[in-house]
């Protein structure tokens, strides 16, 4: 491999010297700036003529970006440095993943968990079963789904430290997410360009639902982008949602079926209400489930299909379930009188089944404190779905809180006026009567006083609830 190979491939333009760029000068590494050496290659999404100059510096065999500004060029030039400049950074990235697997982990099992909700539940179900069975495994899934994108180079750098560190990998399980973008614009193909990079034996799609407002328009635009994963997944093992009507119109060579009610079929996993069935056995009762809420259950659901896919023995499947403990911000109880709950619900969706579950709980005389943090800086479209998902949950037992957090969100996640607006002329219009404070700590704080000892109160959000644990140390 040179470097106008490289070029090629990612359909990027090479400016400066490729003399000193060989196989041998190459460590095999994409990274980040700032964590590079000598021979390493570097992504990012923009660079300008001071990162070009660190760039040299340091020795790096190459820089990849989309965006060189400020005299990056020039500076490229002047120094004849090698910077391949390409109109899809995704394309480097997922090049850069493929080639990272290839060379540290040619040997491993590798899954793909993608769709609109649960897919961090479900990757972190599928690593800790492995995990617990005795695997060396890597997920680059985290509590707020970080790391689960083409933007940058940062699942590669997870397998390239990992192995160099701990050895050879078992399994990779790569979260995907369904739909990404930079900058306003869709990175067409996201999910199949990752997907196809990292050569699955087994595939996860949860469901296929609008979350991304401003990337995709339209249920039929999420579908256009998720639909062309099971080609990438070519001879591999697609785990389907069977109660999705969507994802149930994906064309998948290999089927594997979950589903929150009875199916015929045999390559299939189903919960009956009393425990989770495969093979005309149940083999996990209601009592033995880390969680009793339905979308939960299709997590779990899901773990168990990809697992049983990979070929792990029952027993190992049934302790990993049994033993799981959740990530973060999903349904966690933090707190037991009032008893408060926090979950990651960020979409319609999610926020549909989050209060349902929760509903589910309230006896008589009780009361659910909805605690909604508005999403920021993500556009009128989202946060007009989100209030109406809210507006369609409304019942007589339930106070609506609402938070912009402008005491604990970036400029990245501000809300502005017009998101807000969207959320109040919605609710007033359905009569819905509602408290809104600017700064997360007020509502918290607030909401914890009014609420009695018996009462449930449910925190939902993205962002703009996540500091919200730390901050309720100092309240309760």
Not at 17 to 37: E, P, V
Not at 216 to 238: H, L, M, Q, R, T
Not at 340 to 369: M, S, V
Request: net charge negative; charged share 20%.
């Amino acid at each position: 491999m040179n470097i106008q190979d490289l070029a090629n491939s990612i359909d990027g333009k090479l400016i400066g010297n490729d003399d000193f760029f060989s196989i041998d000068g190459f460590t095999g590494k994409f990274t980040f700036l700032n964590d590079s050496h000598t021979g390493d290659i570097v992504i990012r999404h923009w660079i300008n003529d001071t990162g070009i100059q660190m760039a040299f510096n340091k020795n790096i065999a190459c820089l990849i970006t989309q965006t060189p500004k400020d005299g990056a060029i020039e500076m490229a030039e002047k120094l004849n440095f090698p910077l391949i400049v390409t109109d899809r950074i995704e394309l480097a990235n997922a090049y850069a993943l493929s080639h990272t697997i290839k060379k540290y982990s040619p040997n491993s099992t590798n899954v793909v968990i993608t769709g609109t909700n649960g897919k961090s539940t479900t990757s972190h179900l599928i690593y800790h079963i492995l995990n617990a069975a005795g695997f060396h495994v890597l997920t680059n899934t985290d509590s707020e789904s970080e790391f689960n994108t083409l933007i940058d180079p940062m699942v590669s750098k997870l397998i390239s430290d990992e192995v160099i560190e701990n050895g050879a990998l078992d399994y990779l399980v790569i979260e995907v997410s369904e739909v990404q973008g930079w900058l306003g614009n869709l990175m067409e193909n996201h999910a199949a360009l990752m997907s196809d990079a990292a050569n699955p034996k087994v595939a996860v799609i949860t469901n296929i639902a609008m979350d991304h407002i401003g990337l995709v328009n339209s249920i039929d635009d999420v579908f256009k982008e998720i639909s062309a994963v099971p080609k990438a997944i070519g001879d591999g093992i697609c785990i389907l949602n069977h109660d999705d009507e969507l994802v149930m119109k994906l064309d998948a060579k290999n089927p594997f079926y979950i589903s929150m009610s009875e199916l015929a079929q045999k390559n299939a996993v189903y919960y009956n209400g009393n425990g989770i069935i495969y093979d005309g056995d149940m083999i996990l009762s209601n009592e033995e489930l880390p969680f009793t809420s339905s979308h939960f259950i299709q997590n779990i659901l899901s773990a168990i299909g990809a697992t049983i896919s990979l070929g792990l023995d029952m027993e190992s499947i049934v302790e990993g379930v049994k033993s799981y403990k959740a990530l973060n911000r999903r349904f966690a109880k933090l707190n037991d009188e009032p008893l408060i709950l926090d979950d990651f619900a960020h979409n319609p969706d999610g926020i549909r089944a989050t209060i349902e579950e929760t509903k589910k709980l309230l006896q008589e005389n009780q009361t659910l404190y909805v605690v909604c943090a508005i999403r920021g800086s993500r556009g009128v479209e989202i946060n007009q779905l989100n209030v109406d998902a809210l507006v369609e949950s409304m019942d007589d037992s339930i106070e609506l809180i609402l938070s912009s957090s402008c005491d604990v969100v970036n400029d990245l996640n501000f809300v502005e006026e017009n998101e807000k607006d969207v959320f109040f002329n919605t609710l007033n219009e359905n009569d819905i009567h509602f408290i809104h404070y600017d700064n997360l700590k007020d509502c918290l704080s607030e909401t914890y006083k009014k609420a009695d000892k018996r009462d449930i109160i449910l925190l939902i959000g993205a962002q703009g609830m996540d500091p919200a644990e730390s901050l309720l140390r100092d309240i309760i």
